[in-house]
């Protein structure tokens, strides 16, 4: 199956670095990014695309500012072919507001490149895998922010309404939501299994959260 890889967000974010090493850890500069970045003939971020309400500075990807209904989008433009691999996402997510804030972002790993919809820019029906970074309560059970790993196979519309109750492989609560200090989540892959670990607020130990 074709894989792309692409970062979503309905929320206040920066993004500061992406980096995908392969099962033999070598760094695969095609899927990464990191500051500095420096416009050229093919754009600020190589081998990316992006849009909506994303704005790249020297220093950092800032998916979506802290204002009502914005949405900014990252793509990789290249296919994953590899069998087993390892990302890592430097992270801070901020805004002013202290009860009310956006749905949140996700990093996808789907069949679908360059689609757009209401589940943290996806598609409704996307065909893949996420880790979705939950920053609102629309069930209202009182777990956000929280962090899922969720799944779909393109025919059923993501349960949305539900924080991705029905898609929702596993899950941890973690408060990464206006931290003083940048956050980190490590995503890795390895014979068939996903696991998600994160260090948040500057902590330098990751935990595990979701497998």
Request: glycine share 8%; hydrophobic share 40%.
């Given at each position: 199956?074709r ?14 670095i992406?980096?995908?090493v392969?099962a033999t850890g ?11 970045f420096?416009?050229s003939?093919t754009g600020?971020v ?8 994303t ?10 500012p802290?204002?009502?209904?914005r949405r ?5 433009r290249?296919p994953?072919h590899m069998?087993?691999w ?8 901020h805004?002013v507001?202290r009860h009310?804030?956006g749905d949140?972002?996700?990093?996808w790993?789907?069949k679908?490149?360059q689609a757009?919809?209401?589940a943290y820019?996806n598609?409704?029906k ?6 979705v970074?939950?920053t609102f ?13 969720v799944?779909n196979?393109g ?5 949305y309404?539900?924080?991705g ?5 596993a899950?941890?609560?973690?408060d990464?939501?206006n931290?003083?200090?940048v956050n980190?989540?490590r995503i890795?892959?390895?014979?068939g299994v996903l696991?998600v670990?994160l260090a948040?607020n ?9 497998k």
């Amino acid at each position: 199956m074709r894989v792309s890889s692409a970062v979503f967000i309905l929320a206040a974010s920066l993004l500061l670095i992406c980096a995908v090493v392969s099962a033999t850890g070598r760094y695969q500069s095609q899927h990464s990014f990191k500051p500095p970045f420096a416009w050229s003939s093919t754009g600020p971020v190589p081998n990316w695309e992006f849009g909506g309400s994303t704005v790249i500075t020297d220093g950092y990807v800032r998916l979506t500012p802290d204002r009502q209904s914005r949405r900014g989008w990252l793509w990789n433009r290249v296919p994953v072919h590899m069998k087993a691999w390892e990302v890592e996402v430097e992270f801070k997510v901020h805004g002013v507001g202290r009860h009310t804030f956006g749905d949140g972002f996700a990093i996808w790993f789907t069949k679908e490149t360059q689609a757009q919809g209401p589940a943290y820019g996806n598609t409704l029906k996307f065909t893949g895998i996420g880790v979705v970074f939950d920053t609102f309560d629309n069930d209202r059970n009182r777990q956000n922010p929280l962090v899922a790993l969720v799944m779909n196979n393109g025919t059923a519309d993501y349960d949305y309404a539900h924080d991705g109750a029905a898609n929702t492989l596993a899950f941890c609560r973690s408060d990464f939501r206006n931290t003083q200090n940048v956050n980190h989540a490590r995503i890795t892959y390895l014979n068939g299994v996903l696991e998600v670990a994160l260090a948040t607020n500057g902590q330098s130990q990751y935990v595990p959260c979701a497998k």
